[in-house]
């Protein structure tokens, strides 16, 4: 059994929760909580029907979870991830993002020697995001266009991934996740495009190398809890959580 808690309470955490409780294997999983940001306890009550809710980390960290996953954002990551590595507890992070900042992924790293945890990431170097418009509110996009109006494709980032992870932090988490999986986050190179004419959340991640080169296109449906982030990062989180458990690990 994988003792799992939360960190967040909003749509991700509700789509992480539905797809456990669809999941054949679910039972191998149980969530002993989620952190709500003090005061949003009621709230995030009922959002998370069935789902103790706590204020306060180390009411999470007493309920013993083997796990701790945030859902919760780039900011939740540098205020919670470092006392749950240092606790022996491994933390699997979705805004990956957060780990741009060179300060906090050195404090990450000593913090899960310290503790003897893992930092866990969702998963060389050319990556490029195409969302409608739309998908691109809430974010510095807001200030170059006028998104409800754009009619053609238009770039609204071309840099790195770790400044664009940092500039868009709810936007750029699969630039952050590339750029970890690859050449890092200053040799990543990042495009992000709002698109009138995308069908939905679009990635593109093209790779050279020694042995050849590779490309991928990914297309997903953005959340229905958050139109800024896909569906497919909650089942990812849902995945990892449930491959705690699995004898075959995809």
């Known amino acids: 059994m994988t003792s799992v808690g939360l960190i967040g309470c909003g749509g991700m955490a509700q789509d992480v929760v539905a797809a456990l409780?669809?999941?054949?294997?679910?039972?191998?999983?149980?969530?002993?909580?989620?952190?709500?940001?003090?005061?949003?306890?009621?709230?995030?009550?009922?959002?998370?029907?069935?789902?103790?809710?706590?204020?306060?980390?180390?009411?999470?960290?007493?309920?013993?979870?083997?796990?701790?996953?945030?859902?919760?954002?780039?900011?939740?990551?540098?205020?919670?991830?470092?006392?749950?590595?240092?606790?022996?507890?491994?933390?699997?992070?979705?805004?990956?993002?957060?780990?741009?900042?060179?300060?906090?992924?050195?404090?990450?790293?000593?913090?899960a020697r310290d503790g003897n945890s893992r930092i866990a990431g969702l998963t060389s170097v050319r990556y490029r995001s195409r969302k409608p418009p739309l998908a691109w509110r809430g974010s510095p996009a807001e200030r170059l266009v006028d998104l409800g109006k754009l009619c053609e494709r238009t770039v609204l980032y071309a840099g790195t991934a770790g400044e664009a992870a940092l500039l868009y932090p709810q936007n750029a988490n699969v630039a952050a996740a590339v750029a970890l999986a690859g050449l890092g986050f200053d040799a990543t190179e990042v495009e992000l495009v709002a698109d009138p004419d995308a069908g939905g959340n679009i990635h593109e991640i093209e790779a050279e190398g020694a042995a050849g080169r590779f490309a991928i296109r990914l297309q997903g449906k953005p959340s229905r809890t958050n139109p800024n982030t896909s569906a497919l990062a909650a089942f990812s989180v849902a995945r990892a959580l449930l491959n705690e458990q699995a004898t075959i690990v995809i």
């Open 21 to 111: 409780r669809d999941a054949d294997m679910a039972d191998g999983v149980r969530i002993v909580g989620a952190l709500a940001r003090p005061g949003r306890g009621d709230e995030a009550r009922t959002k998370l029907c069935g789902v103790d809710i706590v204020e306060a980390l180390d009411e999470l960290l007493t309920r013993k979870p083997t796990l701790v996953a945030e859902v919760a954002g780039q900011a939740a990551v540098a205020e919670h991830a470092d006392a749950v590595l240092r606790r022996g507890i491994d933390c699997l992070l979705i805004s990956v993002g957060a780990l741009a900042d060179a300060a906090l992924l050195l404090r990450l790293k000593s913090a």
